[in-house]
Nanobody, 129 residues
Framework: QVQLVESGGDSVQTGGSLRLSCATSGQTYKTYKYYCLAWFRQAPGKEREAVAA????????SVADSVKGRFTVDEDNAKNSLYLQMNNLKPEDTAMYFCAADLMVRPRCSWSPDDYNYWGQGTQVTVSS
């Protein structure tokens, strides 16, 4: 029902910036007016963690406290796309970044990867010191 394709990952030096894109397709906008979209990241040997989550389709998408002040998220409904702007990147931001969608109706969007049932293939971000 939902296809997600991430892009924009790259190798940058500390302090650099990247803008990740998540293109969505499928029956989403025909069937679901509002649904949860999130950005997750997973570094080798670590658990997958959410860096941003919220309702798309005009809802509020928030970033995690751990990246607040450096990462921002925005969406372009006309392009069915979600973006993650990452500034002042640090080596600890190195990870595979995933876009995920949750079509369940919830009071608020989950920050747990277990609640997301649609995932993109991921895009690699590598930050060198």
């Amino acid at each position: 029902q939902v296809q997600l394709v991430e892009s924009g990952g790259d190798s940058v030096q500390t302090g650099g910036s990247l803008r990740l894109s998540c293109a969505t397709s499928g029956q989403t906008y025909k069937t679901y007016k509002y649904y949860c979209l999130a950005w997750f990241r997973q570094a080798p040997g670590k658990e997958r963690e959410a860096v941003a989550a919220g309702y798309t389709g005009g809802g509020t998408i928030s970033v995690a406290d751990s990246v607040k002040g450096r990462f921002t998220v925005d969406e372009d409904n006309a392009k069915n796309s979600l973006y993650l702007q990452m500034n002042n990147l640090k080596p600890e931001d190195t990870a595979m970044y995933f876009c995920a969608a949750d079509l369940m109706v919830r009071p608020r969007c989950s920050w747990s990867p277990d609640d997301y049932n649609y995932w993109g293939q991921g895009t690699q971000v590598t930050v060198s010191s």
